[in-house]
Nanobody, 125 residues
Framework: QVQLVESGGGLVQAGGSLRLSCAASARTFSRYTMGWFRQAPGKEREFVAGINWSGGTTSYRDSVKGRFTISRDNAKNTVYLQMNSLRPEDTAVYYC??????????????????WGQGTQVTVSS
């Protein structure tokens, strides 16, 4: 069992940057594959980025490649999402998710049993 708490959301102008953090309660945080998802009003939750247990493998949705970077610090039980060159279409509630399944990085929400409460990111044009 793991509890996840996101922080770092806010309001930013287009072209700006934000860094989201997700703090995990698990003693064995390094055993979890971590993901970031987002959900805009009226839309389904979508995969943004994922990172394996060691940080050696990452995955991104096409629209954020080159702008977003996922990373983790296992000593701090924290995963990060650095978001640069933000666009209005990045506006959404961003969720942190975790799974102990480590063979691949799941890109669907059903692959993650553990979720945080979400943090709002709003990008103004």
């Amino acid at each position: 069992q793991v509890q996840l708490v996101e922080s770092g959301g806010g309001l930013v102008q287009a072209g700006g940057s934000l860094r989201l953090s997700c703090a995990a309660s698990a003693r064995t945080f390094s055993r979890y594959t971590m993901g970031w998802f987002r959900q805009a009003p009226g839309k389904e939750r979508e995969f943004v980025a994922g990172i394996n247990w060691s940080g050696g493998t990452t995955s991104y949705r096409d629209s954020v490649k080159g702008r977003f970077t996922i990373s983790r610090d296992n000593a701090k039980n924290t995963v990060y999402l650095q978001m640069n060159s933000l666009r209005p279409e990045d506006t959404a509630v961003y969720y942190c998710a975790a799974t102990t399944f480590n063979l691949v990085i799941h890109t669907t929400a059903t692959g993650y049993p553990y979720w945080g409460q979400g943090t709002q990111v709003t990008v103004s044009s």
